[in-house]
């Protein structure tokens, strides 16, 4: 998880490093912005998107769901 913009650097980039040692993360991007092109980073590995302001109990039970479905994929 991370945020789309960022003091040095952005979330899609950040995204893109990670994916090329190990393709298997799921990553998610949050964003306070409209103006995120939601296509190119799917197309780029995001799996899915925040929007800021989010609800933080509703944020941390989706990643959980998320990752305990990744595990039993393995």
Known sequence: LSDLKMPDGNGIDLM???LSVD???HFYL???FAEIDK?????KGAKGF?????DMT?????L???YLTSADDQ
């Open 64 to 66: 959980k769901k998320t």
């Open 39 to 43: 296509e190119t980073a799917k197309q």
């Open 50 to 54: 925040f929007q800021k302001p989010s």
């Open 30 to 32: 949050m964003t306070g």
């Open 16 to 18: 893109e490093k990670i």
């Open 23 to 25: 393709s298997s993360v």
């Open 58 to 62: 509703q944020m941390i039970e989706f």
